[in-house]
C-alpha cells in the first residue's frame, strides 16, 4: 500500500473495546485527546489506540523508507522532511500511551497541542509530495518556480518536468567509473535544482563516445561469448545515454531517470560477466580488458 494511501484510508483498529468510539483516523485520535484535556478524564482505552497509532505509523514509515531514501532530488529532500515528522509523530504517541494514565494534564495539553501541529504537519507533507510526484508540469527542481519562462530566475536552471517514478532498484553505493561518475554526480545536482541540465550534455556525449571505443574494440573478439555479452550491455548502455539525452528535447527529467537506471544496470551487468569469467589469456583477456576497463576504476 502507498504512503497516501496508507495515510487518507481509515485505519481499522483491532482489540478495541466497545463503546469508546475507536478513532478511525489520526485526526479523530487527536480529537479523542483534546477531549481528555478538556474532561479532565482518561478512558482507559486511549492510551491503547496512542500506543497503535504508534506502531502502526513505525511500520509505514518502515515500508515507505525501504523505496523512498533511495530516491533523488526534490523527492529525496521531500521524504527525509517527511521522515522526520513521521519519527516525531511515532515518538510522541509512544510517550502519550504511557503517559496518559499519570493525568498529568498541563503535560498532557502540551503534548496535544504538538500532536495536532503534528498531524497537520504530515497530511501537508503528503500532500506535497503526492502534487510533485503526479505532476507533469515544468518547473524548478530547486525551489518549485513554475512561472512562464523556460528558466528559474531565482535558481538560474532550466525548469523541468519531476520524476514520477523513481529507479529505486539503483541505488548510489556503488563504486562508479569515472565517466558514468561524472554523468551521476552532474545528475544529481540537476534533480537537486542545484546545476542546469545543460551540465549534462557533454558528459553524456563523452560517455557514449567511450562506450563506442569498447564497442569497436570488441568487434575483432565476435567469436568470444564475453565479447558478445559485453557488446550486447554496452548496446543496453547506449541506450540509456539516448533515453537521457531526451531530456533536452521535451524538458521532461523522466527521461534522466530512466535512462540512468539503463545505464546503471548494463554496467552492473557487464561487471557480473566479467566477474564470472576467467580473465584467462589471449584473445578472452584482451575483451575482458576492455569489457572491464569500462566499468573500473582503471579506466582513466
Ligand atoms: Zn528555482
Known amino acids: 500500500m502507498s504512503l497516501i494511501d496508507s495515510l487518507k484510508q481509515n485505519y481499522q483498529v483491532v482489540g478495541a473495546t466497545a463503546p469508546y468510539p475507536t478513532p478511525q483516523n489520526l485526526r479523530e485520535l487527536r480529537g479523542l485527546l483534546r477531549q481528555a484535556c478538556l474532561n479532565r ?25 525501504r523505496s523512498m531514501s533511495k530516491t533523488r532530488g526534490k523527492a529525496r529532500r521531500m521524504w527525509a522532511e517527511q521522515s522526520l515528522v513521521y519519527q516525531d509523530l511515532i515518538q510522541l504517541l509512544s510517550e502519550l500511551s504511557t503517559e496518559l494514565p499519570g493525568r498529568d494534564w498541563g503535560r498532557l495539553e502540551e503534548a496535544t497541542d504538538s500532536l495536532f501541529e503534528l498531524v497537520d504537519e504530515l497530511l501537508e507533507a503528503v500532500q506535497e509530495m503526492q502534487d510533485w510526484t503526479v505532476s507533469e508540469e515544468p518547473r524548478c527542481l530547486k525551489c518549485g518556480w513554475n512561472g512562464a519562462t523556460g528558466h528559474c530566475p531565482h535558481c538560474q536552471v532550466q525548469v523541468l518536468k519531476p520524476v514520477r517514478t523513481f529507479a529505486t532498484q539503483v541505488n548510489s553505493y ?28 557533454a558528459p553524456l556525449q563523452k560517455l557514449a563516445s567511450v562506450y563506442q571505443d569498447s564497442l569497436r574494440e570488441l568487434e575483432s573478439a565476435q567469436h568470444l561469448e564475453i565479447a558478445r555479452t559485453g557488446q550486447e550491455n554496452i548496446y543496453d548502455a547506449l541506450a540509456g545515454v539516448s533515453q537521457m539525452l531526451r531530456v ?12 540512468w537506471s539503463m545505464i546503471f544496470q548494463a554496467d552492473r551487468a557487464n561487471l557480473a560477466a566479467v566477474e564470472e569469467v576467467n580473465s584467462g589469456a589471449g584473445a578472452v583477456a584482451a575483451a575482458y580488458e576492455i569489457i572491464r576497463d569500462q566499468i573500473s576504476l582503471s579506466n582513466e
Do not use: I, M
Open 41 to 65: 478524564s482518561v478512558h482507559q482505552d486511549l492510551p491503547y489506540y496512542c500506543n497503535w497509532y504508534s506502531e502502526y505509523l513505525t511500520k509505514v514509515h518502515n515500508d515507505e523508507n
Open 248 to 259: 533536452f528535447e521535451d524538458s521532461d527529467a523522466q527521461h534522466l531517470e530512466d535512462g
Open 174 to 201: 556503488v563504486t562508479l567509473a569515472p565517466h558514468q561518475s561524472v554523468v551521476f554526480t552532474n545528475l544529481l545536482s540537476v534533480l537537486e535544482g542545484e546545476r542546469d541540465v545543460s551540465v549534462l550534455k
